[in-house]
Each structure stands twice: as structure tokens, then as C-alpha cells.
């Protein structure tokens, strides 16, 4: 249906698309936020680890499951992977 419109209305469907996007990420980056401070007053620990690290651990896994992927898919979890 989307491909079907025209240019111009396509063209403000993606810009209200990228607003709604970066508004929903504030709203649920707050949401979050709050949680982990609600669970901080309730006496649970949090723990940092280093996502480098782990990423690095996993990457020979990741990559053994991911090259016997189709090429769509391996190109998403590239394009996840660029998101750091």
C-alpha cells in the first residue's frame, strides 16, 4: 500500500515516522530509567558489565550461526550490531 502513494505523501509518512521513532526511544529510555531507580529503592543491586567484553566472547558463536543465515537476515544483525 505504502509504495503505492505518492512521492510527496511518502515523503511526510517517513518524517512523521522518524519523529514518532525518536519519541517513542525518549519515552521508553525514561520508562526504563524510572524502573531501574524504583528497583534501586527497593534494595536490588545492579550490576555494570562491559558489553564490549561480552560481544567480543560471543563474536565467533554469533558468527559460526549467523554465515549459515540467509542474506536478508545477516544483514539486519549487521545492522544491529552497528548500532553501539
Not at 12 to 28: G, R
Not at 42 to 51: F, K, L, R, S, Y
Not at 63 to 80: F, R, T
Request: charge should be negative; include cysteine; aromatic fraction near 6%.
Amino acid at each position: 500500500m505504502y509504495e503505492k502513494l505518492p512521492d510527496a505523501y511518502k515523503a511526510v509518512l517517513d518524517e512523521c515516522m522518524a519523529d514518532c521513532l525518536t519519541e517513542l526511544n525518549t519515552v521508553a529510555n525514561q520508562i526504563n530509567e524510572d524502573d531501574i531507580e524504583y528497583l534501586k529503592t527497593q534494595g536490588v543491586e545492579m550490576i555494570d558489565i562491559d558489553v564490549d567484553a561480552i560481544h567480543q566472547t560471543i563474536a565467533p558463536v554469533r558468527e559460526k550461526y549467523l554465515s549459515q543465515m540467509e542474506p536478508w537476515v545477516q544483514d539486519i544483525a549487521k545492522k544491529i550490531m552497528e548500532l553501539k
